[in-house]
Structures are given as C-alpha cells and as structure tokens.
C-alpha cells in the first residue's frame, strides 16, 4: 500500500472544516483524526460545526470541541439547533447556513458524513457539503448504529493508542445525555478502531476511515480551481524512507 501524506507543516495555515448532524458527530466519525493532526500541525485552524444541539447537548458539543481541538492555532466553534430528525425537511434554512459558511471558511480539509449513512440527518449534511464546495478534498466519516450501514472505505488514518484513549475517554466523559444508549460505548469505538486498523495495517493497530470521492494527484502548480497550490511535502514515513536510503 502507497501512502500519501499532507505537507510537512506547511508555510500558511492548514485549514480544516468539520461538519457534523448532531452533537457527538464529529467526535465519532474522526475526532482521532483531529486529535493526529494536532499532534503533527502547529499552525491548524479548524471551523467546527453543529447543526442540532438544544441547551445541554449545546453545553456538551461546546466542551468537547474545547478537548477535542486544544492546541489548534485558532479554532470557531457554531452550534446550531435545526430540528433532530427533520433536516429534509428544513433543507432550505440549513442550506442558507452552508452559503454563510461559504463565505468564511475556504478550507484546505472537510470532514462530513457519509453519503450513504442511513441516518436522514446525516445524507442532508453529506449532501450540502458536497454542493457547497465542489473544489476541495472532502473526507465522509462513519458513524457505528443500529441501522448497520457501515461499508468499505478507501481511505484511512492509522492512530497511536494514545489518541484512541483520549478519544474514547471524551466522548463517553462528555456526552452524558447519551449515556443511555446502547452504543455509546468504549467497547464500541475501540471495536471500530481496530477493526480498521487491520484493514490497513496500522502499526499500533488502530485507525479511524473514510471515504475519499475525489482526489486529484497534480504536480507542481496544478491545482483545482478556487484552490491556491500548496507545496507538497513528503510524509512522515516517505522522509523516513528516503533517510534510510541515504544512509546506504
């Protein structure tokens, strides 16, 4: 397997959206990945966004961004209170949210739900990310559920588990309005965790996944358009590699 990596802290900031139906979303789907991105990142700035909440589930998205996003260079969190379960139905007044966001966040990353996630909340967000920003790389998380619509990602983050521990430890810590359902669980999560970290191979045996649409490989000064290039940098373990070589 090839692994591609994100530059190597680039010169400007990278900018992150993440988007999520409810409030322990984002957390679910790729908190493991915000937290590796901030362990490698010192200039990251993340755009955090919650479409349903009500007060004490607001009060928790609220403190869990605040774990979840510590050391980010600048972090916005907005949480929102469309209806739980009608977001079909509010489409237009969530829509008109996305072209607000448009307008204040061009980011180099988003992080949304899975197209095909069973949820209807879920497949409205999923879809407006992809209609409101057409030019950028977009990764869908997956949420475990008992609608069983897990399926094969082709894109995945291997994660110590340091940052498995943490995030489990968030989650069922800060999310206490759903302590009563059955999923909400660190069984649950650690299961996900592992299970794809053998579908990659991941070193320390954890990983969270996602589904990559589209992803254009350009050389230098190719970019898509509305995207500015960035310098590509070698990953991680492409210096490593090449370190190695060298020594020869």
Known sequence: MLPLGLPEEPASPLKVLCLGAHSDDIEIGCGGTILWLLSHYSNLEVYWAVFSSGHDRELEARTSAALFLKGAKRETVAVKNFRDGFFPYEGTKIKEFFEELKKDVNPDLIFTHYRADRHQDHRTIS???????????????????????????????????????????????????????????????????????????????????????????????????????????????QGEREARRNER
């Open 127 to 237: 879809d407006l990310t992809w209609n409101t920003w057409r030019q950028h790389l977009v990764l869908e998380y997956e949420i475990p559920k008992y609608d069983g619509d897990l399926g094969s990602p082709n894109c995945f983050v291997p994660l110590t588990q340091k940052i498995c521990s943490d995030k489990i430890k968030y989650i069922c810590e800060v999310f206490q309005t759903q302590s009563n359902k059955a999923w909400l669980t660190e069984d649950t999560f650690q299961a996900l965790l592992r299970l794809r970290g053998v579908e990659c191979a991941a070193l320390e045996k954890f990983a969270e996944a996602f589904y990559c649409r589209k992803l254009i490989l350009s050389g230098a000064g190719q970019s898509p358009p509305g995207k500015a290039p960035r310098t590509a940098g070698k990953s991680r373990g």
